[in-house]
C-alpha cells in the first residue's frame, strides 16, 4: 500500500544521525517523515539493573548476524527512538585536527578526508550546544583548536577520581575532565535531571538525564506539525524510478503490513551497518550491486575501534558514585619508544558486581569459593574501569554483506600492536600510582563473546568523497550515483580516528541539514 501523503524528505534512522537531522530540519516547516524501525525504549526500574542490562541484554535487539563463518551471533545494537545514544555513555569528543589528514600508523596509512576540521569545526560547536556537553578547554594536549568554550562546565571529578587525576599528573601525564552530554547542574540540583547515579555508560536513563537523540532532537523536534514520526517501521527496500537516478518510493514493514512512502528526498540514517545492508539489499536492473554502488564500496571498510575494557583492582573503596569523568590522550600520537598512534584512554561507567566476568585474580578465588555473591560486590567496591580505544584502520574486505535476510559481517581486528602498547603502558602507569597488583581486561559483554558483537563505533561503510570511483557519498552525503539519496550517519567516515565517533556523527548531520535546508527552499 502506498500511503497518500507526498513529503519533502524522509528520514529513515532516529539516532546521532537521524534524530539529530530531522531536529534541524524540522523549523524548516517542511513536511518531514521519521521512520524508526523500534519503539521507544521504556522506563522502567530495570534500566538501571546490571543485571537485566548487562547479563540478560534486555534492552539489545535479539536478531541475529553472522560472521564471516557464517556463525551466528547476537550483536550488541538498540533499535529505540533515539537509537544507540539510548544507551552511550555519553562521550562527546571531537576528533583531533590532525585525524583529518593523511596518517601514517605501524598496520598501515589513515587516510586523509576530503574536508577538514575547519569544515566541521562551526557544526562542533553547534553539536556541544545542542548535546548539553560540558567539558573544560585547554587541558587535553591533543585538543583541537576551539571558536567557543564548552557551553556547561566541567562534571567535577569525585574524590577517587580526582585522587587518580592527581597522580596521573603527578606522573607526568595531562588527564582532562571526559566531555560528556548530560543534563547536569551542579550548582542547583534541583534543576538537574542527571543525578549522578551508577548506572549511566550501557544503560538507559530512567531519569532522561543523558543527552540523546530522542530526548534532545525528537522531543522537541515533535512539536512541530510537520514533523511525523512513525515507529515498529522497519525500512526494508528503496525502490528507484525506470532511470535508477532517484528514490521514488520507501518501503517499510508497519504493523504487520507493506507500506510505501514517497518523499521528494530520501535520506538513509540506520546506523553504518544497517544502512549499508539497506542499500545493498535494494538492488534492481540500473543498481545491480545495491543502491549507490557503482564504485563496490558499499558496505566495505566497515571500522569500529580496536577497544579494551579493563578493571582496575585495589584494596582500596571506590566511593565515586560517577566515575567517567576522566580521560588520558598523552599517548594518542605515540610514545618515545613507538612513533605511531596508540590511542585514547578513558573511564568507564561504574563497575557493579553484576558485571564483573566469572574470573577474577588468583588472590580472590579463596574468597569466591566461601562467599562468591558477598565477595563480588566487595571487589566491584573496590575497582575503577578504563576504556583503552586504538583506530580501526579502514580495510576493504572489513565488510557488511547481504545474503537474502542474513547480515554478514565479515571483519578481522588490525592495529593490533598499537592497541597492545597502549594496553601495558597503560597497566604499567597503574601499577605506578596506584601499586595496583591485579589488572583484568574483561569483556563488556557478559556472555564474554567475540568481539565482533561490539559494534557500538560502527563507521566507514559508505565513505564520501569527491571521487565516484572511490567513494559512495559526494561532500553533502548525497550518493553519487542517485540524486536524491543521502546517507547521515557513521558510513562516511573514511577513518575512524580513535575518539568516539558520536560528536561527529552529530556535527555532520547538522552540516548535511544545512545543505538539505537550502536544497528544499
Given at each position: 500500500m502506498t500511503t497518500s501523503t507526498h513529503y519533502d524528505a524522509i528520514v529513515i534512522g532516529t539516532g546521532a544521525g537521524g534524530g539529530t537531522l530531522a531536529y534541524h530540519l524540522a523549523p524548516s516547516g517542511k513536511k518531514i517523515l521519521v521512520l524508526e524501525r523500534g519503539g521507544f525504549?521504556?522506563?522502567?526500574?530495570?534500566?538501571?539493573?546490571?543485571?537485566?542490562?548487562y547479563q540478560r541484554e534486555r534492552y539489545h535487539t535479539q536478531e541475529q548476524w553472522y560472521d564471516v563463518n557464517n556463525k551466528a551471533f547476537r550483536p550488541a545494537t538498540n533499535y529505540w527512538v533515539g537509537g544507540n545514544t539510548k544507551v552511550y555513555g555519553a562521550a562527546l569528543l571531537r576528533l583531533r585536527e590532525r585525524d583529518f589528514e593523511q596518517v601514517e600508523h605501524q598496520d598501515g596509512i589513515s587516510p586523509e578526508w576530503p574536508l577538514k576540521y575547519q569544515d566541521f569545526e562551526p557544526y562542533y560547536t553547534q553539536a556541544e550546544q545542542l548535546?548539553?556537553?560540558?567539558?573544560?578547554?585547554?587541558?587535553?594536549?591533543?585538543?583541537?583548536?576551539?571558536?567557543?568554550?564548552?557551553?556547561?562546565?566541567?562534571?567535577?571529578?569525585?574524590?577517587?577520581?580526582?585522587?587518580?587525576?592527581?597522580?596521573?599528573?603527578?606522573?607526568?601525564?595531562?588527564?582532562f575532565h571526559l566531555p560528556l552530554g548530560l543534563k547536569l547542574n551542579e550548582v542547583d540540583k534541583s534543576l538537574s535531571a542527571c543525578i549522578r547515579c551508577n548506572t549511566c555508560d550501557g544503560f538507559p536513563c530512567l531519569t532522561q538525564g543523558k543527552a540523546d537523540a530522542e530526548v534532545n532532537c525528537l522531543q522537541p523536534a515533535r512539536n512541530h506539525p510537520n514533523i511525523t514520526l512513525i515507529t515498529e517501521a522497519k525500512v526494508t527496500r528503496l525502490h528507484t524510478s525506470a532511470s535508477g537516478r532517484e528514490v521514488t518510493h520507501v518501503e517499510a514493514e508497519v504493523a504487520g503490513?507493506?507500506?510505501?512512502?514517497?518523499?521528494?528526498?530520501?535520506?538513509?540514517?540506520?546506523?553504518?551497518?544497517?544502512?549499508?545492508?539497506?542499500?545493498?539489499?535494494?538492488?534492481?536492473?540500473?543498481?545491480?550491486?545495491?543502491?549507490?554502488?557503482?564504485?563496490?564500496?558499499?558496505?566495505?571498510?566497515?571500522?569500529?575501534?580496536?577497544?579494551?575494557?579493563?578493571?582496575?583492582?585495589?584494596?582500596?573503596?571506590?566511593?565515586?558514585?560517577?566515575?567517567?569523568?576522566?580521560?588520558?590522550?598523552?599517548?594518542?600520537?605515540?610514545?618515545a619508544d613507538f612513533p605511531y598512534p596508540m590511542g585514547l584512554i578513558q573511564n568507564t561507567g561504574n563497575v557493579l558486581a553484576d558485571m564483573l566476568p566469572a574470573e577474577v585474580p588468583a588472590l580472590l578465588a579463596p574468597l569466591l569459593k566461601m562467599r562468591p555473591g558477598a565477595e563480588l560486590k566487595a571487589v566491584a567496591d573496590r575497582t575503577v574501569g578504563w576504556w583503552l580505544q586504538t583506530e580501526d584502520l579502514p580495510?576493504?574486505?572489513?565488510?557488511?554483506?547481504?545474503?537474502?535476510?542474513?547480515?554478514?559481517?565479515?571483519?578481522?581486528?588490525?592495529?593490533?600492536?598499537?592497541?597492545?602498547?597502549?594496553?601495558?603502558?597503560?597497566?604499567g602507569i597503574l601499577q605506578q600510582v596506584d601499586r595496583t597488583e591485579h589488572l583484568v581486561p574483561f569483556s563488556i559483554y557478559p556472555r564474554n563473546m567475540m568481539p565482533i558483537q561490539s559494534v557500538g563505533h560502527q563507521c566507514g561503510t559508505c565513505r564520501f568523497g569527491e571521487d565516484p570511483n572511490t567513494s559512495v557519498l559526494d561532500l553533502?552525503?548525497?550518493?553519487?550515483?542517485?540524486?536524491?539519496?543521502?546517507v547521515v550517519d557513521g558510513s562516511f567516515f573514511p577513518s575512524s580516528a580513535a575518539v568516539n565517533p558520536t560528536l561527529t556523527i552529530i556535527a555532520n548531520a547538522l552540516r548535511v541539514g544545512d545543505h538539505l535546508l537550502e536544497r528544499l527552499k
Open positions: 525504549l521504556p522506563r522502567e526500574k530495570e534500566n538501571w539493573s546490571a543485571l537485566e542490562v548535546y548539553d556537553v560540558h567539558g573544560q578547554s585547554g587541558c587535553d594536549p591533543t585538543e583541537p583548536p576551539m571558536s567557543l568554550p564548552y557551553p556547561y562546565p566541567a562534571v567535577r571529578h569525585e574524590s577517587r577520581m580526582q585522587e587518580l587525576a592527581n597522580a596521573f599528573t603527578k606522573a607526568g601525564l595531562h588527564p503490513e507493506t507500506q510505501r512512502f514517497t518523499g521528494d528526498i530520501v535520506v538513509v540514517a540506520c546506523g553504518a551497518i544497517n544502512s549499508a545492508a539497506l542499500l545493498l539489499r535494494s538492488l534492481n536492473e540500473h543498481h545491480p550491486h545495491g543502491l549507490a554502488n557503482h564504485s563496490g564500496l558499499v558496505g566495505r571498510h566497515l571500522m569500529k575501534h580496536g577497544c579494551t575494557a579493563m578493571v582496575q583492582l585495589t584494596t582500596k573503596l571506590n566511593p565515586d558514585s560517577y566515575q567517567k569523568t576522566i580521560c588520558i590522550s598523552d599517548f594518542y600520537w605515540g610514545d580495510d576493504p574486505d572489513n565488510r557488511v554483506r547481504v545474503e537474502g535476510d542474513r547480515l554478514h559481517l565479515e571483519y578481522k581486528l588490525n592495529n593490533i600492536e598499537a592497541g597492545s602498547r597502549l594496553i601495558k603502558r597503560w597497566t553533502n552525503c548525497r550518493t553519487h550515483d542517485i540524486d536524491n539519496l543521502y
